[in-house]
């Protein structure tokens, strides 16, 4: 089985191969999304494996939440080259992507939203892969809350851009976290593939980005009001 893999929600945006137990994969430089160089870099990843894009059985691309500029060029990209290539595309949550990193078996995902905001999640890790307690949502740090019960590892960004309000509103039950993570296309890869095994792949027309929030920038006045700059 090959599952390619784009993830470009985030500036470390890559790109992958998963073919059977090997993965390969390249970093995709600029910023979130870089039009002038996703392609290019998909097109030497499948050069450098030796694989044909008709070799590739399904095309996965990281469906967010994250950058929107991201989320709709990776899934853009995704369906314009399944389209070409008659393959069957599969959306994977950034989140979920991420949380797969961690070695931890009770992981809660945040990652920086921009706009003084958190994206998060919840995953248990089970024998048949993770389990989503907390389904993802975005919030203010501040307001951000693990799910009713266990303890949990924080992963993820939002842990160093609102370090102190998350450690401070998340408690005791927060075990410990890393800041450092990306989401990164291999993560997205792996899911993909447990995913198409299941039979999940679905046709390109049906793709699209993952929107848990629907507002791409703040008003002046909500700007302000969070102590920003007119």
Not at 120 to 134: I, K, N, Q, S, W
Not at 140 to 154: H, I, K
Not at 206 to 211: D, E, H, V
């Amino acid at each position: 089985m090959k599952i390619l893999a784009l993830e470009t929600s985030t500036n470390a945006g890559s790109v992958a191969l998963l073919d059977g137990d090997t993965l390969t994969e390249r970093p995709v430089a600029g910023r979130p999304g870089h039009s002038e160089t996703l392609l290019p870099e998909t097109v030497a990843l499948l050069r450098e494996c030796g694989v044909t894009l008709a070799e590739v059985d399904a095309i996965a691309f990281g469906a967010g939440p994250g950058a929107f500029t991201g989320l709709r060029l990776a899934c853009g990209v995704a369906q314009g080259l399944a389209l070409g290539a008659a393959k069957p595309v599969i959306p994977v949550s950034n989140l979920e992507a991420l949380a797969s990193q961690c070695p931890g078996d009770a992981v809660f995902v945040a990652i920086d939203a921009r706009m003084s905001e958190v994206y998060f999640a919840a995953y248990r890790r089970t024998a048949a892969g993770l389990l989503e307690v907390l389904a993802p949502s975005c919030a203010s740090p501040d307001a951000v809350r693990l799910p009713e019960e266990g303890n949990w590892t924080g992963f993820g960004s939002a842990f160093h851009a609102y370090r102190d309000a998350l450690v401070n509103g998340l408690g005791t039950r927060l075990a410990g976290f890393d800041a450092a993570p990306q989401p990164e296309a291999g993560a997205i890869a792996r899911v993909a593939a447990l995913r198409f095994l299941q039979g999940e792949a679905i046709d390109p027309v049906l793709a699209a980005p993952l929107y848990v929030r629907d507002k791409v920038a703040l008003t002046t006045e909500e700007r302000l009001a969070r102590g920003g700059r007119a």
